[in-house]
């Protein structure tokens, strides 16, 4: 494996396992009078703090020259060997690595570099069964998901129906895009199909859909995403990602769109003029109080207008609400106008044939969630009765950019916008190159392990990656034979 230097770093303000810096008690409502309507709020529930800190090293430029480069020591034998483990997940052949020691012996530099980057071409263009799965493999690991065993979960709002989902469908969709040299972006704004098939013995991809027109009336079939083709965006409403990840509010996906795309934790978004609230520093970019909370005016509007939907059918009566106070905000303030978009995906990635919430509260009797619960501005005035409002232009992936409706009855969400402003993110695309430096450098992960990559390492090989249309073949071309690569 590589021996590089590697980049010191401290824990970062984070979500961990769960998001930080919320407390779990549970205080009454300051403003009960205020409206007939508003209950108890209750204390959204974190686990764990986190400090801040940054990284403490810069690393080594792609454009650092050979004389200055911290340690010059080239070895080409252990370069070729962990690029093909990593290429192709097994050793260089004996024939290989004797073609390459004996020009690294008895020939020029320039022969060795062009003989070396031969073979690593080969690995990632000539040998398609064993790259693609390594590139499954890495996909699965990224995603942290996949197996031979699906995934079972509720269907709808049934409490005995459940429906089976195949893993492995969203890291086979991301290596399908590397192997066949589309653009990285597509990974947010793909069209049906992108729900493919992978065959770990040939190591080809068989094209499969995510919308599945009979998935709702099959028995334990993967149901599919209930999405029609043309409004898919790739990864972001693949069912298997959205099972995957289910949980209360939909946070859970919410979260990790940011931590494996972005590359970073929650606060997803700084501010450089911070604002002093009481005891706490609020360093968000949204406005204060722009997510639900116990203050009067900002609160959840529920009975008689919007009365909450239960699992199996129903309603409940309770108008508790959780309350984002501002402990919460520097994190909610991005997660509450991101996880709607994704929350009418039931527990298998199954959209709500009239787009309602399919995820629950943490609210008393754990109802589905409402919309109003996390952006205020999403209360229904006293003669709307809707069961889901439209709420237009409430939702974004960062702050100042598109903005998207809440999709009522029959919309359709935008998802197609949301990934493509995704995929205009700078910083979503150096997080791909991030993640490919990790993997190539033999790194943990960039953030539950906190082996960051600073900006300058890549800023290179992101402008390669650019310049190539989000070609990750292409870059890793590039990556395995840079100069960097070669020296131990």
Not at 176 to 196: E, G, K
Not at 427 to 441: G, K
């Amino acid at each position: 494996m590589k021996n590089k230097t590697r980049i010191s770093a401290v824990l970062a303000l984070g979500l961990g396992a769960t998001l930080a810096g919320c407390g779990d008690s549970t205080s009454g409502n300051p403003n009960a009078n205020a409206n007939p309507n508003v209950g108890t709020p209750i204390n959204y529930q974190h686990g764990g703090d986190g400090t801040t800190s940054t990284a403490a090293s810069a690393g080594l430029s792609y454009t650092v020259g050979t004389g200055s480069l911290v340690d010059p020591t080239v070895d080409y034998m252990q370069a070729l060997r962990t690029a093909s483990l990593k290429l192709r997940g097994t050793l260089p052949s004996l024939d290989e690595q004797l073609r390459l020691q004996s020009i690294v012996s008895t020939g020029t530099a320039n022969d060795a570099q062009l003989q070396y980057e031969s073979m690593v071409r080969g690995y990632i263009y000539n040998s398609p069964a064993t790259f693609n799965r390594q590139m499954f493999y890495f996909w699965r690991n990224t995603l942290r998901m996949g197996g031979p065993t699906p995934i079972t979960g509720l269907f709808s709002n049934s409490n005995t129906d459940t429906r089976t989902v195949d893993l492995d469908s969203a890291p086979a969709f991301a290596a399908m895009l590397v192997s066949t040299d589309q653009p990285m972006t597509t990974l947010f704004t793909a069209p049906d199909p992108a729900c493919p098939s992978f065959n770990l013995v040939t190591g080809t991809f068989t094209p499969g859909n995510c919308n599945n027109p009979s998935g709702a009336t099959v028995g334990t079939k993967d149901p599919g995403n209930n999405v029609p083709a043309a409004n898919q965006a790739g990864i972001l409403t693949n069912p298997a990602f959205l099972a995957q990840y289910y949980s209360n509010f939909g946070f859970r996906r919410a979260r990790l769109i940011n931590e494996l795309f972005a590359c970073t934790r929650y606060p997803a978004e700084l501010t450089n003029m911070p604002q002093q609230l009481g005891p706490y520093l609020y360093t968000s970019p949204w406005p204060v109080d722009s997510v639900t909370n116990a203050g009067n005016g900002f609160q959840p509007v529920f009975l008689p207008i919007r009365p909450r939907r239960m699992r199996g059918g129903g309603t409940d009566s309770g108008t508790d609400f959780v309350d984002f106070r501002h402990d919460c905000q520097d994190c909610h303030s991005t997660l509450n106008h991101r996880a709607p978009m994704f929350g009418i995906f039931d527990q298998v990635g199954y959209r709500d044939p009239n787009n309602l919430l399919m995820v629950t509260s943490t609210a008393n009797n754990a109802p589905f969630a409402s919309v109003q619960e996390y952006l205020y501005e999403c209360n229904p005035q006293a003669t709307d009765t809707m069961a889901n409002p439209t709420c237009p232009k409430i939702l974004a992936w960062r702050y100042g950019g598109p903005t998207f409706d809440f999709a009522g009855t029959p919309e359709m969400p935008n998802f197609q916008a949301f990934g493509q402003a995704m995929a205009s993110d700078p910083q979503v695309i150096q997080c791909f190159m991030q993640r490919a430096w990790n993997y190539a450098y033999s790194h943990d992960d960039i953030v539950n392990d906190l082996a960051l990559v600073p900006d300058d390492v890549v800023a290179d090989l992101t402008t390669y990656f650019v310049q190539n249309n989000y070609n990750m073949r292409a870059a890793l071309l590039k990556l395995y034979t840079d100069p960097n690569f070669i020296r131990f």
